[in-house]
């Protein structure tokens, strides 16, 4: 028996109430609406509440994926959250989700950290597990909660960053929607230009009382934007060579939504119009492991990805990780 054809069966996602303007930032840090909106395409990002937890936010939107996919919490075996912002270090945040949905004991619960590129990295993985024909409905989850890691006096990096979630459910396919294809790709010498510098084993917690900063992200913006342009055209290249596949064939092509400035770049490098790009980053900002999710499950209900659609998914991040994954709906 060959191995099971695993689809997309539903999305869902989660956007926390409250809204940032980049009006509401210019009040904090000198920035200003035109100086974000010009350079980036952000306008409004959404900030979870303060006792909000990310797998509060993944679990909303794995709820809705589940609706979406006709199946309940007693079906699922999986659970994978794609996250760099967890509740707490240890246990997973997957466990936390498992918990608020009422999963049963006998699923595999884990996180899997691939900064903004997790949501491809997580898909691969359930997939694969599925693929196995040991796993049978895997829910995979992108959800941060970005306002806790960042450095709210950096005007470079604050600006551009967002909470929320987003969640697929994936099982064995019905009818002609199938995975197709997910490649997957780091570049760990370039690790230094996009981090949280500490926080982590490396280096370890002062013994002399000195208090190290607040867990923050620090990024060289200007380098990695020229390199995640770079990535992500290789990645949809590659991907689209591998399964014979024309840019032109593909309906929708969901990014990953850093910047506005980067999906134009890519756009002309693969000789597609802008139309066949799905944005939202204008309302949400980057996400992080959310992003694709957050988008996918936006575009599908605004009926921008139909059945019988094929939809590539792009996306670069801190590791520096990036990839591209080919969808059939
Ligand atoms: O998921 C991966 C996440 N990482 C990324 O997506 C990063 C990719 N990089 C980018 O998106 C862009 O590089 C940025 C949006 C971060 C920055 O745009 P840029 O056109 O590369 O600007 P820059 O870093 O070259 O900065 C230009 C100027 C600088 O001033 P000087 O040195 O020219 O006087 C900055 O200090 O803009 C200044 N600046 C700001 N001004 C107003 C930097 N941040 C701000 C700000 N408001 N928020």
């Known amino acids: 028996m060959g191995s099971p054809v695993i689809a997309i069966l539903g999305t869902g996602s989660y956007a926390p109430e409250k809204i940032l303007t980049n009006d509401d930032l210019s ?14 395409g952000i306008r409004e990002r959404r900030i979870a509440g303060e006792n909000e937890t990310t797998s509060q936010m993944a679990a909303s939107a794995a709820r809705a994926a589940l609706a979406d996919a006709g199946l309940t919490a007693a079906d699922i075996d999986l659970i994978i959250v794609a996250t760099m912002t967890p509740d707490l270090p240890m ?3 997957a466990c936390f989700v498992q918990s608020h949905l009422g999963v049963p004991t006998h699923a595999a619960c884990f996180d899997l950290n691939a900064a903004c590129s997790g949501f491809l990295y997580a898909l691969d993985t359930a997939w694969a597990m599925l693929g196995s024909g040991r796993y049978r409905h895997a829910l995979v989850i992108g959800a941060e909660k970005m306002s806790s890691v960042l450095d709210w006096t950096d005007r470079t990096t604050c600006v551009l960053f967002g909470d929320g979630a987003g969640a697929v459910v994936l099982g064995p396919a019905r009818g002609t929607a199938q995975m197709i294809g997910v490649k997957l790709y780091a570049e760990g010498a370039h690790a230094g ?3 949280i510098p500490n926080g982590g084993s490396n280096p370890p917690v002062p013994a002399n009382g000195t ?4 867990r923050a992200i620090t990024m060289k913006g200007r380098e990695i934007f020229k390199i995640a342009i770079r990535e ?3 990645a949809a290249r ?3 060579e591998q399964h014979q596949v024309s840019a032109a064939q593909i309906n929708c092509v969901i990014p990953h939504q850093a910047n506005l400035r980067i999906i134009e770049v890519i756009a002309q490098y693969l000789e597609l119009p802008m139309e066949s790009f799905f944005v939202n980053l204008d309302r949400y900002g980057n996400t ?9 499950d936006e575009a599908r209900r605004s009926g921008r990805v139909k059945p019988g659609d094929t939809t590539l998914f792009v996306a670069f991040g801190a590791g520096l990780t990036y990839g591209s994954a080919l969808v059939r709906w």
């Open 288 to 296: 992080s492991a959310a992003s694709i999710p957050l988008a996918l």
């Open 211 to 214: 208090v190290l900063a607040p």
């Open 238 to 240: 590659d991907i689209l």
């Open 27 to 40: 009040k904090i840090v000198d920035t200003s609406d035109e100086w974000i909106f010009s350079r980036s």
């Open 193 to 195: 230009l996009l981090c």
């Open 232 to 234: 992500m055209e290789d």
């Open 91 to 93: 246990p997973a945040t």
